[in-house]
């Protein structure tokens, strides 16, 4: 590392910079899990939002009675997002564990050793 890279700010990763980075130095999974967990967050969030508007208006209709959903909507706003958090937390948990491709081998392929086929022994039979 030198006095540059030392003084130089890190970089945020972005996904095009991502993308575009031809030395793999930085990775496109957790960019791209973000914003998935993002995407959820907001798609269940105006869901339940439409709920919630849902239960007034039948509210209004049909009589306060119709109130007993709202925890319903909240319980399944809840449970959709607890199943998107844990996806997305496998997703990283197994994409951490992987180890760093290497763009060259370190070393030399070791040779395999040749086993001899075996025997009748092996195969139950007596000599």
Same mark, same amino acid.
């Given at each position: 590392? %030198?006095?540059?890279?030392?003084? &130089?700010? #890190?970089?945020?990763?972005?996904?095009?910079?991502?993308?575009?980075?031809? &030395?793999?130095?930085q990775h496109v999974t957790p960019i791209l899990v973000k914003w998935i967990y993002a995407g959820v967050l907001a798609v269940v969030g105006f869901g339940v939002l439409?709920?919630?508007?849902? /239960?007034?208006?039948?509210?209004?209709? =049909?009589?306060?009675?119709?109130?007993?959903?709202? +925890? =319903?909507?909240?319980?399944?706003?809840?449970?959709?997002?607890? %199943?998107?958090? *844990?996806?997305?937390? &496998? /997703?990283? *948990? &197994?994409?951490?564990?992987? !180890?760093?491709?290497?763009?060259? !081998? *370190? %070393?030399? +392929?070791?040779? *395999?050793?040749?086993?001899?086929?075996?025997? !009748?022994?092996?195969?139950?039979? #007596?000599?």
């Amino acid at each position: 590392m %030198t006095f540059q890279d030392q003084s &130089r700010p #890190p970089r945020r990763s972005s996904l095009p910079a991502a993308l575009l980075d031809l &030395r793999f130095e930085q990775h496109v999974t957790p960019i791209l899990v973000k914003w998935i967990y993002a995407g959820v967050l907001a798609v269940v969030g105006f869901g339940v939002l439409f709920g919630l508007l849902w /239960v007034w208006s039948l509210a209004v209709w =049909i009589g306060w009675a119709m109130w007993l959903a709202a +925890p =319903i909507v909240l319980g399944l706003g809840l449970i959709a997002l607890l %199943t998107a958090r *844990v996806a997305c937390e &496998r /997703v990283m *948990v &197994r994409y951490r564990s992987l !180890p760093a491709p290497a763009l060259y !081998p *370190v %070393t030399a +392929p070791v040779p *395999v050793k040749e086993q001899a086929a075996p025997g !009748p022994q092996y195969l139950g039979r #007596p000599e």
